[in-house]
């Protein structure tokens, strides 16, 4: 397919070691800078707390924590356009400054409106760098060695995500979630100002190689004017790769089931909050430890096999939590889900940039997964909560009816890569 560098054949899919090592230096910059924004990002850990705490009521606390959700929804779609027009380094610098000033904003704004207003702005622009992020990691890393770059960008985020909480509550029992807000806006400044030092101004850019000659002027003409027009209207004509963004959709409306219905399942059943704690922190655990030692041998099939596999397992998993077997079906669901989620997640990161026709639609791409995923996300947990409510078990029944989903849909929507 036309977009889809491929890697010499006679060379071998490289650990984890390797990979860092042949990464350029604003590639290594940027990944330490993902898991550096991520262990500082508290806003939406700590938000109805924070409002609770001032006198709103839980419904106004949840409808500024949906604005701040909305927000996020808005600034993945964006951030793939943005970067696609005016590149990858300027939407991260620019994106982190106004998120940082607009989480700042949290803390010195009271009244409902503009908490709002301040709340969307900081979750559009909180969202906005990550597909520039991962284009720019994408123009930066070899094609053969971006499913590994992409489980080390995970593994940074997934530490971020464990340690950050717990920085957050000492700097709210020790100061207040003024001062978290605070450290919050401070790390997104750091974030932008490095990418500003260290990561040089048309980093990344990588010659569009197949998609013209670089000696044939007509052909270079034409390059021009689709990386000037390319828009999210030309992704709609990838069929394929439309079935795969449905697939991610409802991946994240299954996924997202452990935040908001699991521990209403936990507590239902009468276990201690402990087994929930338990089972969240087993898959941060598991997703840190095994992740990239596992993603050396997942590498070497194909993405089709690796992403459809691993979302129905993570589907299988989740819906294992509705068997009622006392509490060890929680770890072993906990374990399936894990698992899925460890054999997919790299592929489904490295995928877009790969599938993309040209380097133009390429942050579009990347921009579409993070929208679908993230939309998935906020309504997963309306829907799952509600099902709880209404019809009980029903919910894990529909989790792992949608891993069987998504496991088709990948199957027919993603194509028979092989990142080596």
């Not at 977009?3 to 899919?13: K, L, N, V």
């Not at 963004?245 to 699991?262: C, D, K, N, P, W």
């Amino acid at each position: 397919m036309t977009g889809i560098p491929q890697a010499p054949a006679d060379e071998a899919p490289a650990g984890v070691i390797r990979t860092l090592r042949e990464l350029p230096r604003p590639a290594i910059v940027l990944l330490f800078g993902i898991a550096l924004n991520r262990m500082g990002s508290f806003v939406a850990l700590f938000l109805v707390l924070y409002l609770t705490g001032l006198g709103y009521s839980p419904a106004q606390a949840g409808f500024v924590l949906t604005g701040f959700g909305v927000g996020s929804i808005v600034g993945t779609f964006v951030g793939g356009s943005v970067t696609g027009r005016f590149g990858a380094r300027a939407v991260i610098v620019w994106s982190m400054l106004l998120c940082g000033l607009s989480t700042a904003g949290l803390a010195a704004v009271t009244a409902l409106v503009p908490l709002l207003i301040v709340g969307f702005a900081a979750g559009a622009f909180g969202q906005m760098y990550r597909p520039a992020a991962a284009t720019m990691l994408a123009e930066l890393t070899p094609p053969q060695r971006l499913v590994m770059t992409s489980a080390a960008g995970r593994f940074g985020l997934n530490l971020g995500a464990a340690v950050g909480p717990l920085l957050g509550v000492w700097l709210a029992a020790a100061y207040s979630y003024q001062v978290v807000f605070a450290v919050n806006a401070l790390v997104d400044l750091l974030f932008a100002l490095v990418v500003l030092l260290v990561i040089p101004a048309g980093a990344g850019h990588r010659a569009p190689e197949d998609t013209a000659a670089p000696e044939d002027p007509a052909a270079r003409a034409d390059t021009a004017d689709r990386e000037d027009t390319a828009r999210y209207r030309d992704l709609l004509r990838d069929r394929r790769f439309l079935l795969f963004l449905a697939g991610m959709f409802i991946t994240a409306v299954a996924e997202v089931q452990y935040q908001s219905t699991l521990p209403l399942e936990v507590q239902q059943r009468g276990y201690p909050t402990a087994l929930y704690g338990a089972v969240v922190a087993l898959n941060g655990a598991l997703v840190i430890l095994v992740e990239l030692p596992l993603t050396t041998l997942i590498q070497r099939f194909s993405m089709r096999a690796t992403v459809a596999a691993g979302c129905l397992l993570l589907g299988v998993g989740l819906g294992l939590f509705g068997l009622p077997f006392g509490p060890w079906v929680f770890i072993l669901g906990a374990v399936v889900w894990t698992l899925g989620e460890i054999i997919s997640a790299p592929s489904i990161g490295a995928y877009p940039a790969l599938a993309a026709p040209t380097p133009a639609l390429r942050s579009r791409y990347i921009g579409a997964l993070s929208t679908c995923q993230t939309a998935g996300w906020a309504v997963g947990p309306s829907v799952g909560t509600a099902l709880f409510e209404y019809v009980g078990g029903a919910v894990w029944v529909m989790c792992a009816g949608l891993g069987v989903l998504a496991y088709l849909g990948m199957r027919g929507g993603v194509r028979d890569l092989v990142p080596r």
